[in-house]
């Protein structure tokens, strides 16, 4: 979009494929999101980025706890919409923070009559060793919320941590 030397911005059309399997949960889901990246004081040694957007999911299988369908189907088709946020920080190309969001919001189409949140946060900071290798290190939570007409609401949280030596090729 602009490219003024001291900043740079850029739109992106995403078609995505979300997957998140851990001991909480299990989500899959097809979206299509618009975004506005930005590169911000390009020509300092202090750097910014950022990244905002939102979109739809034109279907997602959520997890439903009260549904049993033939074959082992427990899981309510649902459509809704999503957002996403993140910001980093680079100090002298040495070493960097980010802060990640992704926020989802759901329907169900077939399935228990029920809505979902889907939350994703994370943190993490790396340092770069030289110009080839660094170290990271992150923590996050996956959270999902689950409303059912005439069943309980449903809570499901998994917090991570994350460790990662990286290299550039």
């Not at 997602?60 to 809704?80: M, S, T």
């Not at 900071?125 to 609401?153: D, H, P, T």
Request: aromatic share 18%; glycine share 10%; net charge positive.
């Amino acid at each position: 979009m602009e490219n003024d030397g001291h900043a740079q911005h850029m739109y992106t059309i995403t078609m995505n494929y979300d997957f998140i399997k851990n001991n909480a949960f299990q989500y899959g889901g097809q979206s299509f999101a618009f975004k506005l990246m930005s590169n911000w004081n390009t020509d300092s040694k202090v750097q910014f980025s950022s990244e905002i957007g939102s979109g739809v999911i034109a279907l997602g299988a959520v997890p439903d706890k009260y549904l049993f369908y033939g074959e082992g189907r427990n899981y309510d088709y649902c459509a809704g919409i999503q957002v996403v946020a993140a910001g980093k920080v680079n100090f002298n190309k040495r070493f960097e923070a980010a802060f990640n969001y992704r926020g989802s919001r759901f329907q169900t189409i077939n399935g228990n009559p029920s809505s979902y949140i889907l939350n994703t946060l994370s943190a993490d900071l790396r340092g770069y060793l030289n110009q080839k290798f660094s170290l990271a290190a992150g923590v996050g939570q996956y959270s999902l919320n689950g409303f059912f007409r005439g069943f309980e609401y449903v809570a499901e949280i998994y917090p991570f941590a994350r460790f990662s030596l990286g290299y550039i090729f």
